[in-house]
T-cell receptor
Framework: DGGITQSPKYLFRKEGQNVTLSCEQN?????MYWYRQDPGQGLRLIYY???????QKGDIAEGYSVSREKKESFPLTVTSAQKNPTAFYLC????????????FGQGTRLTVV | AQSVAQPEDQVNVAEGNPLTVKCTYS??????LFWYVQYPNRGLQFLLK??????LVKGSYGFEAEFNKSQTSFHLKKPSALVSDSALYFC????????????FGAGTRLFVKA
């Protein structure tokens, strides 16, 4: 089945640690996205990539980093510089066109302990 | 910049009654508008989109949305609500800023009471 897989589903981070969230898609989509979801704030864009080896900062990129070495994969690293990382993280992919919808993974819930 | 607004944090409706979830937009040029639904601890699922053409757009699970250019609105509707429709609904717009990205509203939580 085609889709987007995010792992792990739950992740716990200690203060000062970097953690990496995985996102893999087999939809053959060129564009991939990372969003952060906090209660009552909707989805905020962290990073997006329209093509392999290229990505752009979204609205809240500080404290995060990404790579896009393969079309299928768009991992997100939450660095120690991100002061409030506890949130639900969603990865999405789409055809890079104005009239196409995005397909989402099931999310990773990150908690700082 | 493009944006969408969802003026209601929560909508309550009785099962079997019609439901409306409101969305207004602010875009330059032609709007490309979307509705998504999110169930607890899950990713978003696409419901429907307006690109051009008929102002009434039909989507998944019996949902439809009415595009109104003069009121800059794109309200989500369903003639008869089900308890299983209870979820978080997001209105969204596509934008180009060096790449295509989707901008989401804050979301509206729908409660359908049996």
């Amino acid at each position: 089945d085609g889709g987007i897989t995010q792992s792990p589903k739950y992740l716990f981070r200690k203060e000062g640690q970097n953690v990496t969230l995985s996102c893999e898609q087999n939809l053959n989509h060129d564009a991939m996205y990372w969003y952060r979801q906090d209660p009552g704030q909707g989805l905020r864009l962290i990073y997006y990539s329209q093509i392999v080896n290229d990505f752009q900062k979204g609205d809240i990129a500080e404290g995060y980093s990404v790579s896009r070495e393969k079309k299928e994969s768009f991992p997100l690293t939450v660095t120690s510089a991100q002061k409030n990382p506890t949130a639900f993280y969603l990865c999405a992919s789409s055809i890079p066109d104005r009239n196409t919808e995005a397909f989402f993974g099931q999310g990773t819930r990150l908690t700082v302990v | 910049a493009q944006s969408v607004a969802q003026p209601e944090d929560q909508v309550n409706v009785a099962e079997g009654n019609p439901l409306t979830v409101k969305c207004t937009y602010s875009v330059s040029g032609n709007p490309y508008l979307f509705w998504y639904v999110q169930y607890p601890n899950r990713g978003l699922q696409f419901l429907l989109k307006y690109i051009t053409g008929d102002n009434l757009v039909k989507g998944s699970y019996g949902f439809e949305a009415e595009f109104n250019k003069s009121q800059t609105s794109f309200h989500l509707k369903k003639p008869s609500a089900l308890v299983s429709d209870s979820a978080l609904y997001f209105c969204a717009v596509r934008e180009w800023t060096g790449g295509f990205k989707t901008i989401f509203g804050a979301g509206t939580r729908l409660f359908v009471k049996a």
